[in-house]
Structures are given as structure tokens and as C-alpha cells.
């Protein structure tokens, strides 16, 4: 299974990867298999939803994407100031309004009969599932489709989950193939190749270099307009927990004290906490962002390199290109051997990864070698083990937006201290990525984006 950068990061809409830009995505798939027949006998489309997408799938936006999708969106793309108003038409008349086959096709559609959360059932591929059906006048199923939402943004169809056995049977012909950190270095080194070298390489299979360095940048520049909208927009945060955006006012304190923050020596560290809780809070609010390597984590990556763009003297165009292809090796990595979905593993397969991705990446831009890149994301990582996903009111915003700003400080401590050694240490990169898997599977249900546990649960008496 070869994995792209491009699989890795995606440009979306919060507030979550899994449970708002997957179904988003599945949902516009459903309509292009409808394209291939006659959409005139289609009277209604249906959406069961099972496991985490039901239990939290309210809180995470999962029944408004799945109808900007069917209304054919998909997430890179749509206007976010114009959501709202996409979805209070649909409410307002009970109807979706359709492009499709260059005709605009309204059918009837009421969000409470035709959106089903099933609770109590889970679908045994992956915790979160759904399944779309389209029906005639007469209540005959016309298609159907079940699809898994397996996080970062990546859907798998029920066909294409029977195609997956082992990683070696789906490898495509990228120049360094790699299926762990140990391989990874041996090709590095035996190649006398950086990582982002070794994964540009690999990129030139599916683009030219000068598209692949545009993307990439393309990536920062989204992660920045998040960081700049964070800072400037005011309110309070939808959902119903009434959390105020805090963003604005800790940067508006930053600049208007200099003095202070030249002589306070851990300035540094507000800063890097309100570039994540800024781009957090974009997400929380349903914001464009980058996933990466999930929403629900997306604060992580941008807190980091904006870090590295102005709080070190190594910045350079071409430090964010290695950057970014640095931290998606190291995601490719826990995609192809553990997780980074909080249904399944707990928020240490987002935050854990994301803060993990962060840790190499920052240790490569400021000259490390490659011992040190991995041990610096092993120590991020076997710092978040056990790290559990539980959303207050299945909105992801307490205590997910604060714990982006958690890992990206972690993240830089991490970075710094592989950066004082030699890149020996005790625990590998994959001995840590296969306990974090284990930790995962070993997790009860109820730590993993089911809002039956922990925080969740536990806020009147926190």
C-alpha cells in the first residue's frame, strides 16, 4: 500500500476528518454512482449511521455534511460562509437540491426521517460506518452503498474493504517503498537520502516535482489563513456548550505587550499555544483546515511550523516542503501499522500522531539526522500512549482544542531534546507505533469518540 502526502494532508472543513469531510466524501461518491443511471426514478435518498458516527456523529456535523455531499460538495472546495445557508434551504423546503448529469434534480429529503443515528449498532470493519440507499416512489431500493470512514478524511467502500489483506499484496512501484521506521532509514541511508528527499522521490510517481512543491505549499498556506482567521474571529463556538473563542483575545494581549513578552523568557510558548488554539477553534466553528493528519488535530502541524518560520533561524521555503513531507512519512507510518482514527485507537491516533509528525518534522528542518528525526517521534508518541478520545457533548472542542496546544508544545520538546542526543535510545519508532496499536485495541469502546466515557461523562464532577 503505497501512501501519498497528498493522502495524508487534505484541505476540508471541520470539525472532524472522520465524522464531517469522510461522510462528506462518501456521500458525493453515492451521488456519482447515481449518475450512472436514470435519476428520474429516484424519490428519496436514506443514510444509516452506525457505531461512533452515530453516538457522536451530532456533535461532529455528520448529518450536515452527508447533505452538502449528496447536494454535491465535497470538502476541498466548498465556500464554509456559505454552509449555513446551503443546509437552512434544505430544512426549510424538505427537499435536496441536486446537480447531477448537468441537470439540477430536486428530491424530498427531511433531515429527522431520512438520517437515521443507530446507537446501539456497530458495523464490525471499523467503528465508523454509514450506509446511503436511494428509493423509488414506491419505497423500492434503486442502490445501495455501505462506507467506512476509517479517519484522516479516508473512506473505504464495502468492497474495497474486502481487498485488504496484507500491505506487501497492495504496493505500488514507488522507487523506496517502506512499511516501517527501520526500513525507512535503511533506505535513507543506503541511498544517502534525507527523509524528505526519499519521499519526494517517492511523490514523482504521482505528480512532477514542480506540482508537488506547489501542493505542499498550497497545504502551509491554507494552515496559515486558519492561524490568521483564529486571531480575528470573535464569538462564541456552535454546539451548545457555549465555549468562548479565546484566540483573539491571547493575541491581542501578545501584541500589545511586547515589552513583557520580551522579558518573560516562555513567551515563546503562548505564542505556539494560540497558533493551535487558533486554527482549533477555526475547526471547532466548521472552518476551512488542513487534515492533518485529522481534524480533530489539525492545530498541531501549523502551531509547530509556524514556530519553526519564526522562532528559529533555520526557516526557508524549502524547510516547510521538508517539513510537511518529513511529518507525512512519519503518518504513513502509523496508517500502515496502527491508526489514526480516535474511534478506533483514542485521540493518541490523532493528537498522539499529529504531535509525533511534528516532533521528526521540527528535528529535520533544524538539522538533525536521521537517528534523531526518529527519535524524536518516538518520544512525542510514547508520551501521548493511552491518550483517550473523549469529547465533551461529541463536539470537538472540550478538551480537544486545548490538548492541539498540549501537542504542539510536546511536540517541540520532543524535537529539542532528540536534538541533544545522538539519536540512540532504547525504544524504537516502531516498537512505540505497535503499543500504541495494542494500548488502542485495548481501550474500552467508551475512550474511543463515543462520548460514553471520561470526560464526557465525568464534566460535572471535573
Same mark, same amino acid.
Not at 429529503?109 to 449498532?121: Q, S
Not at 498550497?218 to 456552535?238: A, C, I, Q, Y
Not at 510558548?269 to 466548521?286: R, S
Not at 532504547?426 to 471520561?454: A, N, Q
Given at each position: 500500500?503505497?501512501?501519498?502526502?497528498?493522502?495524508?494532508?487534505? =484541505?476540508?472543513?471541520?470539525?472532524?476528518?472522520?465524522?464531517?469531510?469522510?461522510?462528506?466524501?462518501? %456521500?458525493?461518491?453515492?451521488?456519482?454512482?447515481?449518475?450512472? $443511471? #436514470?435519476?428520474?426514478?429516484?424519490?428519496?435518498?436514506?443514510? #444509516?449511521?452506525?457505531?461512533?458516527? %452515530?453516538?457522536?456523529?451530532?456533535?461532529?456535523?455528520?448529518?450536515?455534511?452527508?447533505?452538502?455531499?449528496?447536494?454535491?460538495?465535497?470538502?476541498?472546495?466548498?465556500?464554509?460562509?456559505?454552509?449555513?445557508?446551503?443546509?437552512? &434551504?434544505?430544512?426549510?423546503?424538505?427537499?435536496?437540491?441536486?446537480?447531477?448529469?448537468?441537470?439540477?434534480?430536486?428530491?424530498?429529503?427531511?433531515?429527522?426521517?431520512?438520517?437515521?443515528?443507530?446507537?446501539?449498532?456497530?458495523?464490525?470493519?471499523?467503528?465508523?460506518?454509514?450506509?446511503? %440507499?436511494?428509493?423509488?416512489?414506491? /419505497?423500492?431500493?434503486?442502490?445501495?452503498?455501505?462506507?467506512?470512514?476509517?479517519?484522516?478524511?479516508?473512506?473505504?467502500?464495502?468492497?474495497?474493504?474486502?481487498? =485488504?489483506?496484507?500491505?506487501?499484496?497492495?504496493?505500488?512501484?514507488?522507487?523506496?517503498?517502506?512499511?516501517?521506521?527501520?526500513?525507512?532509514? #535503511?533506505?535513507?541511508?543506503?541511498?544517502?537520502?534525507? $527523509?524528505?528527499?526519499?519521499?519526494?522521490?517517492?511523490?514523482?510517481?504521482?505528480? &512532477?516535482?514542480?506540482?508537488?512543491?506547489?501542493?505542499?505549499?498550497?497545504?502551509?498556506?491554507?494552515?496559515? #489563513?486558519?492561524?490568521?482567521?483564529?486571531?480575528?474571529?470573535? !464569538?462564541?463556538?456552535?454546539? !451548545?456548550?457555549?465555549?468562548?473563542?479565546?484566540?483573539?483575545?491571547?493575541?491581542?494581549?501578545?501584541?500589545?505587550?511586547?515589552?513583557?513578552? $520580551?522579558?518573560?523568557?516562555?513567551?515563546?510558548?503562548?505564542?505556539?499555544?494560540?497558533?493551535?488554539? %487558533?486554527?482549533?477553534?477555526?475547526?471547532?466553528?466548521?472552518?476551512?483546515?488542513?487534515?492533518?493528519?485529522?481534524? !480533530?488535530?489539525?492545530?498541531?502541524?501549523?502551531?509547530?511550523?509556524?514556530?519553526?518560520?519564526?522562532?528559529?533561524?533555520?526557516?526557508?521555503?524549502?524547510?516547510?516542503?521538508?517539513?510537511?513531507?518529513?511529518?507525512?512519512?512519519?503518518?504513513?507510518?502509523?496508517?500502515?501499522?496502527?491508526?489514526?482514527?480516535?474511534?478506533?485507537? !483514542? *485521540?493518541?491516533?490523532?493528537?498522539?500522531?499529529? *504531535?509525533?509528525?511534528?516532533?521528526?518534522?521540527?528535528?529535520?528542518?533544524? /538539522?538533525?539526522?536521521?537517528?534523531?528525526?526518529?527519535?524524536?517521534?518516538?518520544?512525542?508518541?510514547?508520551?501521548?500512549?493511552?491518550?483517550? *478520545?473523549?469529547?465533551?457533548?461529541?463536539?470537538?472542542?472540550?478538551?480537544?482544542?486545548?490538548?492541539?496546544?498540549?501537542?504542539?508544545?510536546?511536540?517541540?520538546?520532543?524535537?529539542?531534546?532528540?536534538?541533544?542526543? &545522538?539519536?540512540?535510545?532504547?525504544?524504537?519508532?516502531?516498537?512505540?507505533?505497535?503499543?500504541?496499536?495494542?494500548?488502542?485495541?485495548?481501550?474500552?469502546?467508551?475512550?474511543?469518540?463515543?462520548?460514553?466515557?471520561?470526560?464526557?461523562?465525568?464534566?460535572?464532577?471535573?
Amino acid at each position: 500500500m503505497s501512501i501519498s502526502a497528498f493522502d495524508i494532508y487534505s =484541505i476540508g472543513i471541520g470539525p472532524s476528518s472522520s465524522h464531517t469531510v469522510g461522510p462528506m466524501k462518501a %456521500a458525493f461518491h453515492f451521488l456519482t454512482l447515481l449518475s450512472d $443511471i #436514470d435519476f428520474s426514478k429516484i424519490k428519496t435518498i436514506k443514510t #444509516d449511521l452506525y457505531g461512533s458516527l %452515530a453516538l457522536t456523529g451530532k456533535g461532529h456535523g455528520t448529518d450536515k455534511a452527508i447533505i452538502l455531499g449528496l447536494m454535491g460538495f465535497v470538502p476541498e472546495t466548498i465556500d464554509s460562509n456559505k454552509i449555513q445557508g446551503y443546509l437552512d &434551504d434544505s430544512k426549510k423546503n424538505k427537499n435536496l437540491k441536486i446537480d447531477i448529469q448537468d441537470k439540477l434534480k430536486i428530491i424530498d429529503f427531511k433531515i429527522k426521517d431520512d438520517i437515521k443515528f443507530h446507537r446501539r449498532v456497530s458495523l464490525p470493519f471499523h467503528p465508523n460506518a454509514l450506509a446511503i %440507499a436511494a428509493f423509488d416512489e414506491d /419505497g423500492k431500493e434503486i442502490m445501495r452503498e455501505t462506507y467506512y470512514s476509517i479517519g484522516g478524511g479516508f473512506v473505504l467502500t464495502e468492497e474495497e474493504t474486502k481487498k =485488504i489483506t496484507t500491505i506487501e499484496q497492495h504496493n505500488q512501484k514507488v522507487p523506496y517503498n517502506f512499511n516501517s521506521a527501520e526500513e525507512l532509514l #535503511d533506505l535513507c541511508k543506503k541511498n544517502n537520502l534525507t $527523509i524528505p528527499k526519499l519521499m519526494m522521490a517517492n511523490e514523482l510517481t504521482w505528480r &512532477d516535482e514542480e506540482s508537488i512543491k506547489e501542493g505542499i505549499l498550497k497545504f502551509w498556506s491554507v494552515m496559515e #489563513d486558519s492561524v490568521n482567521r483564529g486571531f480575528h474571529n470573535t !464569538g462564541t463556538l456552535p454546539g !451548545g456548550l457555549n465555549v468562548k473563542r479565546r484566540a483573539p483575545e491571547v493575541y491581542k494581549s501578545l501584541i500589545e505587550n511586547p515589552e513583557k513578552n $520580551i522579558s518573560d523568557v516562555l513567551s515563546i510558548m503562548d505564542w505556539v499555544n494560540l497558533y493551535a488554539l %487558533a486554527v482549533n477553534e477555526e475547526n471547532a466553528a466548521g472552518g476551512k483546515v488542513v487534515t492533518a493528519p485529522t481534524n !480533530g488535530a489539525a492545530g498541531i502541524l501549523p502551531a509547530v511550523l509556524k514556530y519553526y518560520v519564526r522562532f528559529t533561524n533555520k526557516f526557508s521555503e524549502e524547510g516547510i516542503i521538508d517539513f510537511l513531507l518529513t511529518a507525512a512519512a512519519i503518518a504513513i507510518l502509523y496508517k500502515k501499522n496502527a491508526s489514526i482514527s480516535g474511534a478506533e485507537v !483514542g *485521540c493518541q491516533g490523532e493528537v498522539g500522531v499529529a *504531535c509525533s509528525m511534528a516532533a521528526g518534522a521540527l528535528t529535520q528542518v533544524l /538539522g538533525g539526522t536521521i537517528d534523531q528525526v526518529e527519535n524524536a517521534a518516538e518520544i512525542a508518541m510514547e508520551h501521548n500512549l493511552g491518550l483517550t *478520545c473523549d469529547p465533551i457533548g461529541g463536539l470537538v472542542q472540550i478538551p480537544c482544542i486545548e490538548r492541539n496546544a498540549m501537542g504542539a508544545i510536546k511536540a517541540i520538546n520532543a524535537s529539542r531534546m532528540a536534538l541533544k542526543g &545522538d539519536g540512540t535510545h532504547f525504544v524504537s519508532l516502531d516498537k512505540v507505533i505497535r503499543t500504541m496499536k495494542k494500548t488502542g485495541m485495548d481501550m474500552k469502546k467508551h475512550y474511543k469518540e463515543t462520548s460514553k466515557g471520561g470526560l464526557a461523562v465525568n464534566i460535572t464532577e471535573c
